[in-house]
């Protein structure tokens, strides 16, 4: 049978929809011979004109697939077998001969789907893959029954789903989780962005141009003061005159807080982003489960965060922290590259024999970056050799990693032990969750110095140039905000409304479907009554919930099978017809009862009497007006006492 | 069957040999109160089916060959100047008969087409602001060319409508023929015909035929038709309620003829062809099935509930 081409049309949208969302992430070449293979099948069907030839489709499918090899130089791995998948799915399109073929098509772009799940599994990623089964589905039902119109065909695929949601639902909340996922997925899966453990002029101030969200915080009482929102990143030890990075840092000296107070707790929904930092308020009270803290108040996983997860922490905002520092580290906190940024160090030095106690140094500076004219940019000028001296006394423009950069290298040539702490500061408050989002746009540096008596103590000299920066937010801060993103500046308030509503869903869908893991099902499931949960007993109810939907669709279908059969006419009826198709004479559904008896009459004349009797009763019955019980009585006498 | 019913058969197939469907099916649409239109080749005989339906069942006669110059004032009548009374008098047109046959009616322009379309779906005529009413029982047969249709203006589908049955007559086999062309003249037959039943009876079988019974089966029976029609991608369009409706007048009188009181599905199928074939337009890969085939695949397709 050849296929109409409506059919093959449908088909073609079927595939081109569910690999649409590849073509972002595939080389660009696959995309582009897929594309045309498409555009092929499409102008085949539009002139009606001839398949290609096996041998010609076998040789594309060869190069095609010798093409991939040597392009990803191998023939394992998600990357290759999704790409060898789209190839093979629109190769398939041209060798649609019989019906078969069009079923084995259906299956496999309801296959594709779930490759898309590989890259993305967001809401759009979700709803658009609903899309793709809003036209899957019914040109698997114009396989099946292809004389259905338009509507009908949609009225039935609707349906279909929708007694397919909650089969659905039974068996995301009861299929029995793993722990991690099922498969390990390759560490390029993700290219996510965030701080790292260096830092250099323009890094930061590149990364606030991002509005990719690091992670969701939601407080348990009161959310802290704003300016007290400091989230704890990398911390900055060695500077070459240019780069600031992390050194070594170990676990051999645990931190010592004295003092602590105004205790707080939150959990955090941390976005991948590839390495193994934790993002806690300074400073950490109870650490998340299987995280570590360094020697310098780092908070680590035991892997990297390649996948999103959420942790519950709490910490301490007033402490003291470290006040017996050890000599070593507090020798690492003043070490400056020797022989640059002379003016800088005169400056510093001056500060140094100006006053006795270190506090006042501290003080001195931040009145200096304050009161000299510094301003507050993302767009600072480069910088040359000696970056400290020509920031301080050149340009005076710059970010937060300009003026903690300036102030560590002012601190330590001062002889203050001193280091930069990079993190996020502040947050968006999401009303519609009551949790606070906090942005890449939101990073931010500052500087740690160790006071005798006090320990290490945040200093953030940004807040001494642009305090609105740690009171309100970066855009309110910049006097120019022309380089910001459109939705980092001042948007208009429906705008930001819609974008924390959107937020708002993404995270309950983080939250509920894609954080749906063990721990979670297992709360959800005892909170719906179910006692000690176990795999086999989740399963055990999981074919019982499938059962019992399946056994209420079968009655609901059969319900007017039921209805129709309780019509005692048409029951005796369909009896008699019954015992006619055993003997060889079936009734043919557009039979009417009277055309029936005749050709029963033709073919077996000695029962014609009593068939055209019968037929007779039963047509006075059915369409006769108001038939009495007795002439049904009779009826039904006449059936029974019937011999063929 | 009613007897009187059968002699008016007898004598109709008497004149128009081998054609015993298609003058039931006119018999039917008579008996409906609905109207005739015969679709077929000149010289089939639709002329002398009107002739001799009229004489046997004692209507008036009148025929209106339609032309290209035809206007409405020749089929309803118009008003002349009377000078001896000084007033206008009303000269009635051919439609003021029991039966009217409208003879290649495909030939005039639409505006006389028209005329007798509104006078048949009124039963009434309104000329020069007064309304005159039409002879009951009022019945048209109009006739309409296949071919030859240049310079002609075949009926728009929606005036189709108007018209209860579509039939086709056909030639006569062979048999049939034969009888034809030994036999007499056909003018000479009608002549000699004697009217079998008279005007209030034939009212009064159109009202018995109103009075057919129709069972919630047999309903469930047109809806299931009805409903295939609009849901397989087979046609265009599915039938309309009122193409539900003629189709169930047409089955009483159907049913009426084979001497029952009670609509069945048989009665349903017979008349499927009269009245459902030409209102279904077929999608592009049918175009050239036959009605007969047509109507095969159609009551196949649905089961008798």
């Not at chain 2, 265009?236 to 159907?254: D, F, K, N, Q, Y």
Request: with cysteine; net charge positive; glycine share 6%.
């Amino acid at each position: 049978m050849k296929l109409s081409s409506a059919l093959v049309h449908s088909l073609t949208l079927c595939i081109f929809m569910v690999t649409l969302p590849h073509a972002e992430h595939l080389p660009l070449w696959i995309t582009g011979l897929c594309a045309m293979l498409l555009l092929w099948r499409v102008y085949l069907t539009q002139t009606n004109s001839a398949l290609p030839k096996r041998w010609l489709l076998f040789l594309i499918t060869l190069t095609g697939v010798a093409a991939i090899a040597a392009h990803y130089h191998t023939l394992f791995g998600r990357e290759v077998g999704v790409t060898l998948l789209m190839l093979l799915a629109v190769l398939k399109l041209l060798e649609l001969r019989a019906q078969r073929d069009a079923m084995g098509l259906i299956y496999l772009a309801c296959f594709v789907i779930i490759t898309n799940f590989f890259y993305s599994q967001s809401i759009p990623t979700a709803l658009f893959m609903c899309a793709t089964l809003l036209v899957i589905v019914p040109t698997w039902l114009r396989i099946q029954a292809p004389s259905l119109n338009l509507k009908p065909q949609a009225r039935i695929a609707g349906t279909l789903l929708l007694q397919a949601l909650p089969l659905m639902l039974l068996l995301f909340i009861l299929f029995p989780r793993v722990q991690g996922p099922l498969w390990g997925l390759p560490q390029d899966a993700y290219n996510s962005t965030g701080l790292s453990d260096s830092m250099s002029p323009g890094s930061l101030s590149k990364l606030s141009l991002s509005e990719a969200v690091a992670f969701r915080v939601s407080y348990a009482d009161k959310a802290p003061r704003r300016d007290q929102m400091y989230w704890r990143g990398p911390v900055l030890w060695n500077y070459d005159g240019r780069t600031w990075t992390r050194g070594t840092t170990g676990y051999s000296n645990p931190p010592r807080f004295t003092d602590t107070g105004q205790n707080i707790s939150y959990s955090v929904i941390l976005e991948p982003h590839n390495k193994r930092w934790l993002y806690g308020l300074d400073t950490a009270a109870t650490l998340p489960n299987g995280a570590r803290m360094s020697t310098d108040f780092q908070l680590f996983s035991a892997e990297p965060v390649n996948a999103r997860i959420r942790y519950e922490m709490s910490s301490n905002l007033s402490y003291h922290a470290n006040v017996d520092e050890s000599p070593s580290q507090l020798h690492r906190a003043t070490g400056i590259p020797a022989r640059l940024n002379p003016r800088t160090i005169e400056l510093a030095q001056s500060w140094r024999s100006a006053h006795s106690s270190d506090q006042e140094v501290v003080d001195t500076a931040l009145r200096y970056f304050n009161q000299q004219n510094f301003s507050y940019t993302l767009e600072p000028p480069l910088l040359g050799e000696n970056s400290v001296d020509e920031f301080l006394f050149g340009e005076r423009k710059g970010f937060c990693e300009h003026y903690a950069s300036a102030f560590v290298y002012l601190m330590r040539a001062a002889g203050i032990p001193s280091r930069v702490v990079t993190g996020y500061l502040g947050g968006e408050f999401n009303a519609l969750g009551n949790y606070y989002i906090v942005r890449q746009s939101d990073a931010h540096a500052w500087a740690e110095v160790w006071l005798a008596g006090q320990g290490w103590v945040r200093v953030d000299p940004t807040a001494a140039i642009a305090p609105e920066r740690v009171a309100r937010n970066l855009a309110a801060s910049l006097k120019d905000n022309a380089a910001l993103p459109f939705m980092a500046r001042n948007p208009p308030q429906w705008m930001s409304k819609l974008r924390l509503n959107l937020d708002a869903w993404s995270n309950q869908w983080n939250l509920w479907v894609l954080g749906y893991n063990p721990e979670r099902q297992f709360a959800l499931l005892t909170r719906l009554g179910m006692e000690d949960v176990s795999w086999q007993k989740m399963a055990r109810n999981l074919m019982l919930g499938l059962a019992l939907c399946i056994a209420a669709y079968a009655l609901f279908m059969f319900k007017h099978q039921l209805q129709r059969h309780r019509d005692p006419v048409q029951t005796t009826w369909l009896k008699f017809c019954a015992r006619l198709a055993k003997a060889g004479l079936p009734r043919a559904g557009h039979e009417g009862a009277r055309d029936y008896a005749e050709r029963i009459a033709q073919a077996r004349p000695a029962a014609a009497a009593s068939v055209r009797d019968i037929a007779a009763r039963y047509v006075s019955l059915r369409y006769g007006r108001m038939p009495g019980t007795a002439e049904l009585i009779a009826f039904k006498d006449a059936v029974r006492m019937f011999k063929l | 069957m009613n007897h009187t019913l059968h002699n008016v058969i007898r004598q109709v197939e008497q004149v128009i040999v081998g054609k015993p469907l298609q003058i039931r099916y006119a018999l039917a649409c008579l008996l409906a109160r609905g109207h005739l239109l015969i679709e077929d080749l000149p010289g089939v005989g639709k002329t002398t089916l009107a002739h001799v339906l009229a004489r046997t069942l004692g209507m008036q006669f009148q025929r209106i060959q339609f032309t290209s110059d035809l206007l409405p004032a020749d089929i309803l009548g118009v008003s002349v100047y009377q000078r001896d009374s000084a007033d206008f008098k009303f000269h009635p047109g051919p439609i003021f008969a029991q039966m009217v046959l409208a003879d290649e009616v495909n030939r005039a322009t639409p505006k006389a087409q028209s005329a007798l379309l509104e006078a048949m779906e009124e039963q009434q005529v309104t000329i020069e602001g007064v309304t005159r009413a039409l002879p009951n029982p009022f019945f048209v047969i109009a006739t309409q060319n296949p071919i030859h249709q240049i310079g002609t203006f075949p009926l728009p589908e929606s005036q189709l409508d108007r018209f209860l049955m579509r039939i086709e007559l056909g030639y006569p086999d062979a048999q049939a023929e034969r009888g034809l062309l030994s036999g007499l003249d056909r003018r000479d037959l009608i002549a000699r015909l004697a009217p079998q039943m008279g005007s209030a009876e034939l009212l009064a079988l159109q009202l018995q035929v109103r009075q057919i019974h129709v069972s919630d089966a047999l309903l469930d029976y047109v809806q299931a038709i009805l409903k295939h029609t609009r849901t397989t991608a087979r046609y265009v369009h599915g039938l309309s309620p009122r193409a539900g409706l003629a189709l169930l007048s047409a089955a009483r009188a159907w049913a009426l003829l084979d001497g029952r009181n009670a609509v069945i599905p048989e009665d349903i199928q017979a008349v499927l062809t009269g009245v459902a074939i030409h209102r279904l337009q077929t999608t592009q890969d049918s175009q050239n099935s036959s009605a007969e085939a047509l109507t095969h695949e159609l009551i196949t397709a649905v089961p008798i509930p």
